[in-house]
C-alpha cells in the first residue's frame, strides 16, 4: 500500500478512542510491512465492534495489498452503504474499483468523494486516472487540474492552480513565473507551467519544463505522463513511447498508460500490437465508449472493417447521442445506416440537453445517411448545419490566406532559387503528395505504394513541426515569421533541415523500400521549404474538379485542420489560392511538380499511372493497377474506397447539390471556368 495512504488510515485511526484507538493503529502501521497481519489485526477488531468503518477500511487495503481486490471491493462496497457520505471510503472503492477494471464504477465512486469532500486531492488525482484510461482526456486534464489545486498550501500556488482550473491561463502563467523565480526547483510549479505551456500550443517549451520537472524528480509519475503526452502531441512519438514504457514498468496494468501507448503506436503505424492493446483494455472493462471509437479507428486503419464497424456499434450501443462514433460508421464512405439507425440519430439529435460537438458530428453523420438515400435538398440541409457550428467554432480568415499566399508568391522567385541552388539533403527517398483535402492525394498514395520500391506511411506532420520551429526562430515581429526564418538559412542549415525531417520520419518506414510517401496535402503551402531543404525529392500535385473537390471538403468534418472547409465562400477562396500559388511554382521552378488530374485519372487509368511513376524514376509494375488489393493501412477518409477499383461514380457525384452551390462558385471565380489549367497569369 502507498505510504501516503497507510498514513491516512492511521491518522483515521488514532480518531477512535482507549484500547480501540491503539489496535486500529497498530493494523495501520502492520499494513506496509506484513498485510496478512494487518488484515488479522482489523478481522479481531471487527469481532469486538461489529462494522467499525476504520477497521473495515483497514481491512479492505489489506486484502488490496495482498493482490485480493475483489474481497476489498467487496468489504468496500459494505463500508459505503452503512458510511455513505464518508469520502475516504468512496475514494478507497473508487480506486479498488479502477485497479480490477471496473472504469465507469470507479469514476461514480471517485465523483461522490469528490463531492462529499471537494478539497480530497487523492480523489481527484485517481478520477483524472479512470478518465484517461476511458479516453476522456478533455475530463481527465480538468480533474488533474482540481488535483493541483487541491494538492497545494502555498498561497501562490494555490492561487494559479485556480486559475488553471478556471482557464485563466495568463494569469496562472504570471503567478507561476513568480513563484519559481523564488523557488526555481519546486517540481509541483514547474508542472503546472508546463501546463499553461501545452494549453497555449507551446509544446517545445512544456516539453523543455517537464524534462527540467523529471530530472529534479525521476519517480514524480504525473509530470511523466504529462511528459509522454505532450511528446505525442508534439510529433515526436519515439520519446513518448520511451516515457510510456517507464510509466508502464512501474504500473503495468494502468489502463491510462495503456491506452496512451496504444494512441503512440497508432501514430507511428504500428497498429496491429495497438489492436492488441485496445483488444486488452476493452475485454478488462467493455464499457467505454471512447476506447471502442479508438478500437475501431485502428481496426479501419489496419484494414478490419467489419470488425471496425462492430466496434463502434459497441460504442454507440453504450452512448447513443456519441455523435463522433456516428460520423465515424459515416466516415468510413462505404457503410451504410440502416433506417433503425437513422430513427436512432434523428432522436438524438433532437435532444435539447445535446452537447454541440456530438451535435455537428449527427448533422454530418445524418447528412450522409440522406445522400446515400438520395434525399439531397435534406442531405445538404444537414451537411449544412453541421458546417455552421463548425465554423462558428472556428477563427478562420480567408483573407489571411489570401495574404499568406500572396507573400510567398512574392518572396519564392526564380532568383530566391537560383541563389540557393545545391543546397538542401541529396536524399530522393521522399515522395510528397500534396494538394487539397478529397482531391484523389491517397489514390495516388495507394498506386505508388503498391510499388515494390515505395513505401506508404501516412499523413507526416513533420513539415508543418519544422515550420513551428522556424517560426520560433524568427523575430516575433515578424510579418510572416517561418518565411523570415527560412530566407536567413545558409546551406548546412537547409542540409540540417533535410536531416531532420528524414531522421524524425524513419520511425513510419517499415519496410526496406527506398522511396517512401508523405501524402500530408496542405505541405502545398510549404513547397518552398520542401524543394530547399530535400531538392531531389518528388512533388506529386492532386487536383480534382473544383466544385466535386470542395463540396466533398464540405461534406467531411475533419478531426482537426482545415479550417477553410466550414463555408462553401471559403472553400472557393481557398482552393482559388491553391491554384494561384501552383501555377507560381510552375513558374519559378518548372517540372518540379507533376500534377495529377484525378478525372485523367479515372479515364485513362494506365497512362495515368505509368506517366506518373516515370515522374519518380520507377520502372511500370502492374500491381500498380490492382492498388485495391494492397492491404497496408490507410489512415484517411478515403480508406474503404481505395481498397476498391477505380469507378466514375465520384467524378459527377456534386451534381446532385449543383443548386446550392452557388457561394462556393462565388469564391472560386475564374478558376472554375478554367479547370484543369489555372487562370491566366494576372487574372488569379
Not at 538559412?489 to 537547409?494: G, T, V
Request: proline share 5%; net charge negative; charged share 20%.
Amino acid at each position: 500500500m502507498p505510504h501516503a495512504q497507510a498514513s491516512a488510515l492511521a491518522m483515521t485511526a488514532r480518531d477512535a478512542s482507549g484500547t480501540l484507538e491503539q489496535a486500529l493503529a497498530h493494523a495501520a502501521r502492520l499494513l506496509e510491512s506484513n498485510p496478512a497481519m494487518a488484515a488479522e489485526q482489523a478481522t479481531e477488531i471487527l469481532k469486538v465492534v461489529e462494522n467499525q468503518p476504520v477497521a473495515m477500511r483497514l481491512l479492505a487495503a489489506a486484502h488490496a495489498a495482498q493482490g485480493d481486490m475483489q474481497g476489498a471491493i467487496d468489504i468496500l462496497q459494505k463500508l459505503v452503504l452503512t458510511q455513505p457520505s464518508w469520502a475516504y471510503a468512496q475514494l478507497d472503492l473508487g480506486i479498488a474499483l479502477g485497479r480490477s477494471g471496473q472504469g465507469q464504477e470507479a469514476m461514480t465512486a471517485l465523483r461522490l468523494a469528490t463531492v462529499l469532500k471537494p478539497d480530497l486531492p487523492q480523489a481527484w488525482r485517481a478520477l483524472g486516472d479512470v478518465l484517461m484510461a476511458a479516453g476522456e482526456h478533455a475530463q481527465a486534464d480538468a480533474a488533474y487540474a482540481q488535483h493541483v489545486r487541491c494538492s497545494t498550501r502555498d498561497p501562490r500556488l494555490l492561487a494559479a492552480a485556480n486559475a488553471l482550473v478556471e482557464n485563466r491561463v495568463p494569469d496562472a502563467e504570471s503567478l507561476l513565473r513568480e513563484h519559481l523565480k523564488q523557488a526555481p526547483t519546486d517540481v509541483a510549479a514547474i508542472r503546472m507551467l508546463a501546463e499553461v505551456a501545452a494549453r497555449l500550443g507551446r509544446l517545445e517549451d512544456a516539453q523543455h519544463l517537464l524534462s527540467r520537472c523529471l530530472e529534479l524528480a525521476p519517480s514524480f509519475h504525473a509530470a511523466r505522463q504529462n511528459y509522454a503526452l505532450v511528446l505525442h502531441r508534439g510529433n515526436q512519438p519515439e520519446r513518448a513511447l520511451a516515457e510510456v514504457e517507464q510509466l508502464l514498468a512501474v504500473e503495468p496494468n494502468n489502463l491510462g498508460h495503456l491506452n496512451l501507448k496504444a494512441a503512440v503506436l497508432c501514430r507511428i503505424g504500428d497498429y496491429e500490437p495497438a489492436i492488441g492493446i485496445y483488444d486488452e483494455l476493452v475485454t478488462r472493462d467493455p464499457r467505454h465508449p471512447s476506447v471502442w471509437m479508438s478500437y475501431g479507428h485502428a481496426l479501419k486503419t489496419a484494414g478490419h472493417t467489419a470488425r471496425a464497424i462492430d466496434a463502434y456499434r459497441r460504442g454507440v450501443a453504450l452512448q447513443p447521442s456519441f455523435g463522433e462514433i456516428w460520423w465515424s460508421l459515416a466516415n468510413l464512405k462505404t457503410f451504410r445506416f440502416s433506417a433503425d439507425d437513422l430513427a436512432v440519430m434523428r432522436r438524438q439529435l433532437a435532444r435539447a440537453d445535446l452537447g454541440e460537438d456530438d451535435r455537428l458530428h449527427l448533422e454530418f453523420a445524418i447528412g450522409k445517411a440522406m445522400e446515400d438515400d438520395g434525399e439531397y435538398e435534406a442531405s445538404f440541409s444537414h451537411y449544412a448545419q453541421g458546417n455552421a457550428i463548425r465554423h462558428a467554432q472556428l477563427n478562420y480568415s480567408a483573407d489571411e490566406t489570401t495574404a499568406r499566399v500572396q507573400h510567398i508568391r512574392e518572396r519564392y522567385t526564380s532568383e530566391f532559387f537560383a541563389a540557393r541552388a545545391g543546397c538542401g539533403h541529396a536524399s530522393g527517398d521522399p515522395i510528397f503528395i500534396v494538394g487539397l483535402p478529397r482531391a484523389g492525394s491517397t489514390l495516388i498514395e495507394q498506386i505508388l505504394s503498391s510499388h515494390s520500391m515505395v513505401e506508404g506511411t501516412m499523413e507526416l506532420p513533420e513539415v508543418t513541426s519544422i515550420t513551428r520551429s522556424l517560426r520560433e526562430q524568427a523575430h516575433a515581429s515578424s510579418e510572416m515569421p517561418y518565411h523570415e526564418a527560412l530566407a536567413t538559412l545558409d546551406a548546412n542549415a537547409l542540409h540540417e533541415l533535410g536531416e531532420r525531417y528524414l531522421e524524425h520520419t524513419r520511425i513510419q518506414r517499415k519496410t526496406s523500400a527506398p522511396l517512401f510517401i508523405d501524402k500530408m496535402p496542405n505541405n502545398f503551402m510549404h513547397i518552398g521549404l520542401i524543394h530547399l531543404m530535400l531538392p531531389n525529392a518528388k512533388i506529386i500535385d492532386a487536383r480534382r474538379h473544383p466544385l466535386a473537390c470542395c463540396f466533398s471538403g464540405f461534406k467531411q468534418h475533419f478531426a482537426r485542420g482545415q479550417s477553410f472547409s466550414y463555408s462553401l465562400l471559403d472553400l472557393g477562396r481557398y482552393y482559388r489560392d491553391y491554384v494561384a500559388l501552383m501555377a507560381h511554382f510552375d513558374r519559378v521552378l518548372p517540372g518540379r511538380i507533376h500534377r495529377v488530374i484525378y478525372e485523367h485519372m479515372v479515364d485513362d487509368t494506365e497512362g495515368e499511372v505509368r506517366r506518373l511513376l516515370d515522374h519518380c524514376g520507377l520502372p511500370f509494375e502492374e500491381s500498380c493497377l490492382r492498388f485495391f488489393q494492397n492491404e497496408r493501412p490507410v489512415r484517411t477518409a478515403s480508406s474503404e474506397q481505395v481498397r476498391r477499383p477505380i469507378y466514375r461514380e465520384g467524378v459527377d457525384h456534386w451534381r446532385h447539390y449543383a443548386g446550392w452551390l452557388e457561394p462556393l462558385e462565388q469564391g472560386l471565380g475564374p478558376v472554375l471556368g478554367c479547370y484543369p489549367e489555372p487562370p491566366a497569369w494576372g487574372v488569379l
